[in-house]
């Protein structure tokens, strides 16, 4: 599986989701921009999108709720210990209050991977994120224990970015 993204004005995002009707595109909004998300087992629609490989997934995408996209910039080195971290699967997230779908992406044009989660608003994410279950996922956040001190994974820190379903008054 493979998700593919685009960012423009929400006009042009949505007039492109109208054309691609049957593909099930998922738009969102955020900063000023609006995202509009292509999963799919074979190509983009897209001209120029990003380009990402579904690693581990979980749910289904919505086009309801609150989207948390954590930027993750990767050494080559740190891929396959970056990815064993997530192969666990999702139990203490998946069971969270207002917990919709988890994507695992690999990039293919870059080193950023994203680790995105959809939740019903935003507050059952800062629920998650103040959570016992959350602290207990994130302890190894170095992840020494899987790639030992020599190893680096991060090429750069990593950076948070959000969307919702329903675009700002003032976007």
Known sequence: MYMYLTTGTSDFMKKLQERHADKGM??????GQSLLVHETEGKSVFQTPRRYEVVSSFGKLTDEGYF???NVPVTDEGRPVFEHRFSGGGGRIESQQGFIAFRLLRPLDSDTY????????????DRWKHSPAFKESHQSTDMKEFAGNTTH??????????????????E
């Open 26 to 31: 998922v738009l969102m909004h955020g900063g």
């Open 68 to 70: 948390v996209f954590n």
């Open 114 to 125: 994203i680790v995105l989660t959809e939740w019903e608003d935003a507050s059952d994410f």
């Open 153 to 170: 994974i991060f090429s750069s820190a990593s950076y948070i970015t959000t969307y919702t379903a329903k675009p700002d008054e003032d």
